[in-house]
């Protein structure tokens, strides 16, 4: 019987022709495991030759590392007869004829036909789907890595780093919470702190208590990443919190600077094995770019509180070069009165109280010069361990006996380079802070040893050029300092002690001192725990440890006849020198610019001393009088003075270290034996 030309086509065909050109692979497999039927597409996708997928096992198309746990797993499927929808699921793996594995979603239908059960198998090639999925993944992850980094430039505070980096970490990574981990200085135990993703409110604001028995420990401890596929099957301690919270797999990356790790990030999904390499690579750059970040930070504020006190030095240098010229008037004067031998007893009271005045101020301008690194310092070889054994008895006096004093120093430490009694002062002022924080008592531990920094970035500090160092370590037990005190630590006049028991200036002047003598000094404080302060002095390299005999002074009288000729801008200044040299015998001759000494030298040729300031007024400075008055006298010996020490004279004036100096303010004693001294020595051409 013919079909008519307009009839519908028969069911059988239509279904042979649907199944044949199927845009999926389609398999029937039966109850033992065999393909008894496939579609064109089938081979295909399969690189099978027509036909030679028939009779084959299903197995066959699964990789080997999963052939042998499919069987079981197919014979209780067909037991159920469970349906499998197409894209249900993770992405499995099948294998090519050819040998090749591929991605695939596979949807699985069970039927009943006239063979018995058989299981229909839809296949789909998802690679080009991953791919695309993959590279909108990598363009998603490098847009979160181009805001965080660009947060990183603009923002200085950690916390709102932090904040930032766990909310662009979580979608990217599709975990179920990122979380920022901070421990708490000198505790064990951390704080979530930041939270980001669908269980972030559940997880933000649980305490580690004890970090150092967990991973997270770990991960501060070594700094290196970690993964974890499956927590159930890890025998790896987890923070309980995350268990409870039902996660599975973790992700931990550490963050902080290159001496110490404060912080971690965590990565968390309740889907075992979650996580792949890329995902781990990922937060990892995120904890960088944060830890770059936080370094940054930590060398632009050395940098400005650097620059900061530099500022101060220099203002403070200033301040106390003017004063000492007012001291030098003060105290000249008082002593023209102490010489008129005044008969009133309260006269010469008040005469003696501004000695005392005169002298305090003295004091005080010298620990301005500290700061400031215009002191005049003698270095010379310290035994230090010699040192502090002499220097432990003063200090017990001084503390009173509640505070218990522990020196610890090591018998072959090499000799340190620096100003012994400068260093006896820095060292007693740093006690005296120790003692005031602690005013029930405590401990106080000075320790020396030797440092050798390379140089490579990984040591202490980054202040102090690679090299040997002597570092004395002074620690208490007291209150302690705040961030906010420590920042602020060795700024001069800056003190938190009640008004009248302290100057502000103890900090600074050991701050000054240290950066003169090429070394530096740090400090590290925890409120309620105590505060250590270390003092950086380089090694004397080759140095016997004796100071040069030629260096000592001798006695030297200190009047003569000579003429001197006098050149200073300030008027009271100028009085209390001229004073000063008459009652000791010598002509004195006056001038306050260049162009009046010259015509003082022109008309009085016997002038064999010139006696003046470093700096005058306007462009005008002793070196260029000096010069100026040897042309005319070529064996004019000069003696200069100024309230600045001559190690910090400034070196545009061309002077060098065999200059005769006079340090302001002067007594009439020291002004004699200078001018002595000069006068005693060869010429050299230089003066």
Same mark, same amino acid.
């Given at each position: 019987?013919?079909?008519?030309?307009?009839?519908?086509?028969?069911?059988?065909?239509?279904?042979?022709?649907?199944?044949?050109?199927?845009?999926?692979?389609?398999?029937?497999?039966?109850?033992?495991?065999?393909?008894?039927?496939?579609?064109?597409?089938?081979?295909?996708?399969?690189?099978?030759?027509?036909?030679?997928?028939?009779?084959?096992?299903?197995?066959?198309?699964?990789? #080997?590392?999963?052939?042998?746990?499919?069987?079981?797993?197919?014979?209780?499927?067909?037991?159920?007869?469970?349906?499998?929808?197409?894209?249900?699921?993770?992405?499995?793996?099948?294998?090519?004829?050819?040998? %090749?594995?591929?991605?695939?979603?596979?949807?699985?239908?069970?039927?009943?036909?006239?063979?018995?059960?058989?299981?229909?198998?839809?296949?789909?090639?998802?690679?080009?789907?991953?791919?695309?999925?993959?590279?909108?993944?990598?363009?998603?992850?490098?847009?979160?890595?181009?805001?965080?980094?660009?947060?990183?430039?603009?923002?200085?505070? =950690?916390?709102?780093?932090?904040?930032?980096?766990?909310?662009?970490?979580?979608?990217?990574?599709?975990?179920?919470?990122?979380?920022?981990?901070?421990?708490?200085?000198?505790?064990?135990?951390?704080?979530?702190?930041?939270?980001?993703?669908?269980?972030?409110?559940?997880?933000?604001?649980?305490?580690?208590?004890?970090?150092?028995?967990?991973?997270?420990?770990?991960?501060? %401890?070594?700094?290196?990443?970690?993964?974890?596929?499956?927590?159930?099957?890890?025998?790896?301690?987890?923070?309980?919190?995350?268990?409870?919270?039902?996660?599975?797999?973790?992700?931990?990356?550490?963050?902080?600077?290159?001496?110490?790790?404060?912080?971690?990030?965590?990565?968390?999904?309740?889907?075992?094995?979650? =996580?792949?390499?890329?995902?781990?690579? =990922?937060?990892?750059?995120?904890?960088?770019?944060?830890?770059?970040?936080?370094?940054?930070?930590?060398?632009?504020?050395?940098?400005? #509180?650097?620059?900061?006190?530099?500022?101060?030095?220099?203002?403070?240098?200033?301040?106390?070069?003017?004063?000492?010229?007012?001291?030098?008037?003060?105290?000249?004067?008082?002593?023209?009165?102490?010489?008129?031998?005044?008969?009133?007893?309260?006269?010469?009271?008040?005469?003696?109280?501004?000695?005392?005045?005169?002298?305090?101020?003295?004091?005080?301008?010298?620990?301005?010069?500290?700061?400031?690194?215009?002191?005049?310092?003698?270095?010379?070889?310290?035994?230090?361990?010699?040192?502090?054994?002499?220097?432990?008895?003063?200090?017990?006096?001084?503390?009173?006996?509640?505070?218990?004093?522990?020196?610890?120093?090591?018998?072959?430490?090499?000799?340190?380079?620096?100003?012994?009694?400068?260093?006896?002062?820095?060292?007693?002022?740093?006690?005296?802070?120790?003692?005031?924080?602690?005013?029930?008592?405590?401990?106080?531990?000075?320790?020396?040893?030797?440092?050798?920094?390379?140089?490579?970035?990984?040591?202490?500090?980054?202040?102090?050029?690679?090299?040997?160092?002597? %570092?004395?370590?002074?620690?208490?037990?007291?209150?302690?300092?705040?961030?906010?005190?420590?920042?602020?630590?060795?700024?001069? =006049?800056?003190?938190?002690?009640?008004?009248?028991?302290?100057?502000?200036?103890?900090?600074?002047?050991?701050?000054?001192?240290?950066?003169?003598?090429?070394?530096?000094?740090?400090?590290?404080?925890?409120?309620?725990?105590?505060?250590?302060?270390?003092?950086?002095?380089?090694?004397?390299?080759?140095?016997?440890?004796?100071?040069?005999?030629?260096?000592?002074?001798?006695?030297?009288?200190?009047?003569?006849?000579?003429?001197?000729?006098?050149?200073?801008?300030?008027?009271?200044?100028?009085?209390?020198?001229?004073?000063?040299?008459?009652?000791?015998?010598?002509?004195?001759?006056?001038?306050?610019?260049?162009?009046?000494?010259?015509?003082?030298?022109?008309?009085?040729?016997?002038?064999?001393?010139?006696?003046?300031?470093?700096?005058?007024?306007?462009?005008?400075?002793?070196?260029?009088?000096?010069?100026?008055?040897?042309?005319?006298?070529?064996?004019?010996?000069?003696?200069?003075?100024?309230?600045?020490?001559?190690?910090?004279?400034?070196?545009?004036?061309?002077?060098?270290?065999?200059?005769?100096?006079?340090?302001?303010?002067?007594?009439?004693?020291?002004?004699?034996?200078?001018?002595?001294?000069?006068?005693?020595?060869?010429?050299?051409?230089?003066?």
């Amino acid at each position: 019987m013919k079909r008519a030309p307009n009839a519908a086509p028969a069911p059988g065909d239509l279904y042979k022709a649907l199944f044949d050109f199927a845009p999926d692979a389609i398999l029937v497999v039966d109850v033992a495991g065999r393909i008894r039927l496939n579609n064109a597409e089938a081979e295909h996708l399969l690189d099978a030759a027509p036909g030679e997928l028939h009779g084959l096992p299903v197995e066959r198309l699964i990789p #080997m590392s999963s052939r042998r746990a499919h069987v079981p797993l197919r014979e209780q499927f067909v037991a159920q007869k469970l349906r499998r929808p197409m894209g249900v699921g993770r992405t499995l793996r099948a294998i090519k004829l050819s040998g %090749r594995e591929f991605p695939v979603e596979i949807s699985l239908a069970p039927t009943e036909t006239s063979s018995g059960t058989e299981v229909i198998v839809t296949m789909r090639d998802v690679t080009d789907r991953l791919l695309a999925r993959q590279k909108e993944r990598e363009l998603e992850r490098a847009k979160a890595l181009t805001r965080i980094s660009q947060l990183a430039l603009r923002e200085r505070h =950690f916390d709102a780093i932090g904040d930032q980096a766990t909310q662009l970490a979580a979608p990217p990574l599709a975990a179920d919470a990122v979380l920022l981990l901070r421990k708490a200085p000198g505790a064990n135990t951390a704080t979530c702190t930041s939270a980001a993703g669908p269980l972030a409110a559940q997880l933000l604001g649980f305490v580690v208590t004890d970090t150092e028995a967990l991973l997270c420990g770990s991960i501060l %401890r070594s700094g290196a990443p970690a993964l974890v596929g499956d927590v159930e099957t890890s025998n790896i301690g987890i923070c309980p919190d995350l268990i409870n919270a039902g996660m599975r797999s973790l992700m931990l990356a550490a963050i902080g600077d290159r001496a110490e790790h404060h912080s971690v990030l965590v990565a968390a999904s309740r889907t075992p094995h979650h =996580f792949a390499t890329d995902d781990i690579a =990922f937060l990892e750059a995120i904890a960088n770019i944060a830890s770059n970040a936080l370094q940054r930070a930590e060398v632009e504020d050395k940098l400005l #509180m650097s620059q900061r006190l530099e500022s101060l030095g220099q203002l403070t240098g200033g301040v106390a070069h003017d004063f000492n010229n007012l001291l030098t008037v003060i105290s000249g004067n008082l002593q023209i009165l102490e010489d008129m031998a005044l008969p009133d007893p309260f006269a010469q009271r008040a005469i003696a109280s501004a000695h005392r005045a005169t002298r305090r101020g003295a004091e005080l301008t010298s620990k301005l010069l500290a700061f400031s690194r215009r002191q005049t310092l003698l270095p010379a070889p310290i035994r230090v361990p010699e040192l502090l054994s002499a220097f432990r008895d003063l200090l017990a006096r001084t503390l009173g006996p509640n505070i218990e004093i522990v020196v610890t120093t090591d018998p072959e430490l090499p000799l340190a380079l620096a100003d012994s009694g400068q260093l006896e002062t820095a060292l007693l002022n740093l006690a005296v802070n120790a003692r005031d924080a602690m005013p029930t008592g405590g401990k106080l531990g000075i320790e020396a040893s030797e440092v050798v920094l390379e140089g490579d970035g990984s040591d202490a500090t980054d202040e102090l050029r690679a090299g040997r160092y002597v %570092r004395l370590s002074v620690s208490d037990t007291g209150t302690g300092m705040s961030r906010e005190t420590l920042a602020r630590a060795f700024e001069p =006049f800056y003190t938190t002690k009640a008004v009248g028991k302290g100057s502000g200036l103890g900090l600074s002047m050991v701050y000054g001192f240290a950066k003169q003598s090429a070394g530096h000094v740090t400090a590290y404080s925890e409120m309620g725990v105590g505060t250590t302060i270390n003092l950086f002095l380089p090694v004397a390299e080759g140095a016997s440890g004796q100071r040069d005999a030629s260096s000592r002074k001798a006695a030297l009288a200190i009047s003569g006849d000579e003429a001197i000729l006098v050149v200073e801008d300030d008027p009271d200044v100028q009085a209390v020198a001229v004073r000063f040299l008459q009652s000791l015998g010598y002509r004195v001759f006056t001038a306050a610019n260049r162009r009046t000494a010259s015509a003082r030298v022109r008309a009085h040729p016997d002038i064999a001393l010139l006696f003046t300031d470093v700096v005058l007024q306007g462009d005008e400075t002793g070196p260029r009088v000096a010069a100026s008055l040897q042309k005319i006298k070529p064996d004019l010996r000069v003696l200069y003075a100024s309230g600045y020490a001559k190690s910090a004279l400034p070196l545009q004036l061309g002077l060098n270290d065999e200059i005769a100096f006079l340090r302001k303010p002067y007594s009439r004693d020291q002004l004699g034996q200078a001018v002595r001294k000069v006068l005693a020595d060869q010429p050299d051409g230089k003066r």
